[in-house]
């Protein structure tokens, strides 16, 4: 991943971070995950970078991750 990279997330869950991070390279954003600990209960801060010119898609990528899906017709 050479350039600058940007971070786009901090999340408290290394799961939260694992899913966001497969969101993004889904969608063909490469990502660097740093955090999460070492040890095997995997706690603390999940930072997730990607490069600098990736920032607006990967931001917009994880915006509509979290947002919820429209309820269908007569619900």
């Known amino acids: 991943m050479p350039g600058d990279l940007i971070l786009v997330l901090t999340t408290p869950s290394i799961f939260e971070g694992e899913i966001a991070k497969s969101r993004l390279e889904d969608e063909g954003i490469p990502v660097l995950l740093k955090g999460g600990g070492g ?7 999940v930072l997730l970078f990607v490069p600098a010119d990736l920032e607006v898609q990967a931001r917009l990528v994880l915006e509509t991750a979290q947002q919820p899906l429209d309820e269908p017709d007569g619900a």
């Not at 040890?39 to 801060?45: E, L, S």
């Open 39 to 45: 040890d095997p209960y995997r706690i603390g801060p």
